[in-house]
């Protein structure tokens, strides 16, 4: 089983920064993709960012520019969130896909961290 735990959310002011942390335990074999989603109230879970094993990185067009995946290679992954806007708030969840220590297919999730932004 692999286990994410998110930290870093909170409350920020528009323009402000935060950045989002992300760390896997467990029985780990390999991680090929660590990505952030968010899920803002009435709406659908979305992908904020994504990065491979490869380094490969992809990111929703709404944040592009402003926000910076990186990690990955030590088990964790961070989200920089630079230039926030109110409709940036929601809560935001790790994911993680790979291999577990068996070489079974696992698709975690963390428990979700809230971001708020004001105006």
């Known amino acids: 089983q692999v286990q994410l735990v998110e930290s870093g959310g909170g409350l920020v002011q528009a323009g402000g920064s935060l950045r989002l942390s992300c760390a896997a335990s467990?029985?780990?074999?390999?991680?090929?993709?660590m990505a952030w989603y968010r899920q803002a109230p009435g709406k659908q879970r979305e992908l904020v960012a994504l990065i491979g094993r490869s380094g490969y990185r992809n990111y929703a067009g709404s944040v592009k520019g402003r926000f910076t995946i990186s990690g990955i290679d030590k088990n964790t992954v961070n989200l920089q969130m630079n230039s926030l806007k109110p409709e940036d708030t929601a809560v935001y969840y790790c994911?993680?896909?790979?291999?577990?220590?068996?070489?079974?297919?696992?698709?975690?999730w963390g428990q979700g961290t809230q971001v708020t932004v004001s105006s």
């Open positions: 994911n993680a896909r790979g291999l577990d220590g068996v070489r079974r297919e696992y698709d975690s």
């Open positions: 467990g029985s780990i074999f390999s991680i090929n993709v």
